[in-house]
């Protein structure tokens, strides 16, 4: 009789094992991603905006969420508190490299779920943030110029990929309401409309702030290379090649964007510095990464040039059923 009890409980347990082993639905979990990240930036925005006079708002406001968020313009009128002192520098600092956290964090869960265009707009909000904090010269700003550029350069295959998942404004504008049955905003990967669909030049337009991230990200890692080696970084960076009047000269004919030979310069140049000892490790690695950001943007001229090839096709096919 003393084994019935035990026997029960049992199989109480198994039963309850079973339901917990229950498989999680991924676009639940997601959507709980992300109203945890939209929470913490709602958080950091207040904050922020409480030192800032409500710019904090504004690099939200870019990828056109949270309708409800000008309500903090108002609260941002009070003085800054923290426990009822003003923030210290280092403390608003760190409040915006933690929005800025978040914003990188919004933006990855957006890419995962191919929509692009808020993925731009939080990436851009990031980049934007850690450049008032930490400089160009910081790994964490390559870091958001090196996603914004892949961003930029995916997004518009992706959006052509997912006719659905067009998002609801174009250069970061946001307004109207989803035609596809989705439930307007609030969601990660909101549904676009029709009129949310990217034109030719919004591709292009993309495609060169692909290019230009991409150099952006190459000179903020040249920089900390050269810091390294006990240089100025923003002169490093900045004073011509000698063999700019050269470069100019092939750069006019096909060939490699100016964008393409801009970091092929400085990778020549980073080539003569000698690291101390100490910096050699992470010097290699930043090597690599400008080899890695090179290959990304000639990749990106070939893309260019083959869609101007197609595009000059298409344009001569129409042309001659015309006559």
């Not at 890419?111 to 692009?116: G, Q, T, V």
């Not at 009129?195 to 692909?210: I, N, Q, Y």
């Not at 090649?241 to 100019?248: E, L, R």
Request: negative net charge; hydrophobic residues 35%.
């Amino acid at each position: 009789p003393s084994s019935e009890p035990a026997d029960v409980e049992a199989g109480q347990e198994e039963e309850g094992e079973g339901e917990a082993e229950a498989p999680a639905d991924p676009a639940e979990d997601l959507q709980i991603a992300w109203e945890n990240l939209e929470t913490a930036r709602n958080i950091l925005s207040r904050l922020v905006a409480t030192f800032r006079g409500g710019e904090g708002e504004g690099s939200e406001t870019k990828s056109g969420k949270s309708c409800g968020d000008e309500k903090a313009d108002d609260e941002a009128s009070a003085p800054a508190v923290n426990g009822g002192a003003p923030y210290t520098p280092d403390e608003r600092s760190s409040l915006l490299l933690d929005l800025a956290q978040v914003h990188t964090r919004l933006g990855d869960l957006q890419r995962s779920n191919s929509a692009m265009l808020p993925c731009v707009a939080d990436y851009a909000a990031a980049l934007e943030l850690r450049t008032e904090v930490l400089g160009e010269y910081d790994r964490r700003v390559a870091d958001s110029h090196f996603s914004l550029a892949a961003a930029c350069a995916e997004a518009p295959r992706r959006t052509d990929e997912d006719d659905g998942r067009v998002e609801r404004f174009v250069r970061g504008l946001g307004g109207g309401d989803g035609d596809d049955g989705g439930d307007g905003g609030g969601k990660a990967g909101g549904e676009g409309n029709e009129e949310g669909r990217l034109t030719d030049e919004d591709r292009a337009e993309l495609r060169a702030r692909s290019s230009e991230h991409y150099l952006a990200c190459g000179r903020s890692f040249a920089g900390i290379m050269a810091k390294m080696c006990g240089l100025d970084a923003g002169d490093f960076v900045t004073s011509p090649p000698p063999s700019a009047p050269a470069a100019a000269a092939v750069t006019s004919a096909p060939g490699p964007s100016p964008a393409s030979s801009a970091l092929s310069d400085l990778r020549s140049r980073l080539s003569s510095l000698t690291p101390p000892p100490s910096s050699a490790g992470e010097f290699g690695d930043l090597a690599e990464m400008l080899d890695e950001i090179q290959e990304a943007l000639d990749t990106a001229d070939e893309d260019v040039r083959g869609l101007d090839a197609v595009a000059e096709m298409k344009a001569r096919e129409i042309e001659r059923h015309e006559r």
